[in-house]
């Protein structure tokens, strides 16, 4: 996958364009005041706004030194910056071609190979290792947020069980994903099936020796990364500190965006349960480019369930979604453009030297 090369075309806002108005019918259908929400968004505290969407790139700058320290234990030398623009294009490619943040993480791991041949099974582990971080912190988040809720009493069964549901498939994925990486054999079983499936749905056509190689010299580079890591609790300290900040600060965002609109009212037991359901339905591999639709419902009806009137849900969903889904995804873009003009004149000044 060459996110240098990632085209941008007409269709590919067809779709979300058609999230878009089913997010518009849905609030329609709740008898949203169109114009109340438009009248708030004009009426907004734009200073606070912009912090929100400070805290954004803080985000993700905090993000990124969790991955760079593991990145840095195992010896896979790259720097702060490059990193950081290898995240920003992670999260475009992962906005364009969802699979569950899957794209955007592959994308990462063929731009650290591009730069450090031979350290694909290395960039693996490392996130590897901060999915299940994060993993981790969404499961605390949930059962805190639960805790603050039932103390309120505002724990209703129909939220207990979705907590408890998102809870349960979580850890679920969560030991899935630590066993893989601890049973050498499944992963290289899982290696073997996939290229026979692949030899035989080519019938022969394509020659999967040297990639099975490959392959399988990454897949023991990564579960010898992920056993450096058992022996290394600073390094993991380190990283869950990083994602830690980087969490608080998503969390800021959530916040501030009702403070913008003039709704300090949301308490932090809501933020907290609502940020990491959401985060979780996010995650959702539905096939649909620009995450639109179903994550705006979700997080608009989540707010109403807290007692937030629908126009506020609908205005604070609506502001939200511009900080965390559309500022991400340009400055994304405008990382992946950086990085694809600096391939070129790499490129093209080896050509001149060789001439």
Known sequence: MDSAKYKVTWKTFAVPLIGLVAFFAYIYIFHVDIQQISATVQQINLSVYLLAAVLVILDTLFYTFAWHSLLKFLSVRISRLRSFLYVWVGIFIDTMIPAESVSGELSKIYLVNKEQNGAAG????????????????????????????????????????????????????????????????????????VIRFAERISRGRWKLTKLRSELVEATKAFHDAMKEYVHAPKTLFTAVSYSTISW????????????????????????????????????????????????????????????????????????????????????????????????????????????
Do not use: C, H
Not at 153 to 181: E, H
Not at 273 to 297: D, H, N, R, T, Y
């Open 122 to 193: 290395k960039a693996t582990a490392s996130i590897v290792a901060q999915r299940l971080i994060g993993m981790g912190l969404n499961i605390v988040t949930l059962l805190v947020g639960a805790a603050l809720l039932l103390i309120e009493n505002l724990l209703v069964g129909i939220l207990l069980t979705l907590i408890l549901f998102l809870v349960s498939i979580t850890l679920l994925f969560f030991v899935l994903i630590l066993l893989l990486s601890v049973k050498e054999n499944w992963t290289f079983r899982t290696v073997d099936v």
């Open 248 to 355: 608080i600060f998503s969390l800021m965002v959530f916040y501030l965006t009702f403070l913008s609109i003039g709704y300090p009212q949301i308490s932090w037991s809501a933020i907290l349960v609502i940020s990491a359901i959401f985060v979780a339905v996010k995650s959702i591999p539905i096939g649909v480019p620009f995450e639109v639709g179903l994550p705006e419902i979700t997080l608009t009806t989540l707010l109403m369930l807290f007692g937030v009137p629908p126009g506020v849900s609908a205005t604070a969903t609506i502001l939200m979604r511009l900080l965390t889904l559309w500022l991400r995804f340009f400055i994304g873009f405008a990382a992946q453009q950086w990085i694809g003009l600096k391939a070129m004149k790499s490129s093209t000044s080896t050509q001149v030297s060789i001439a």
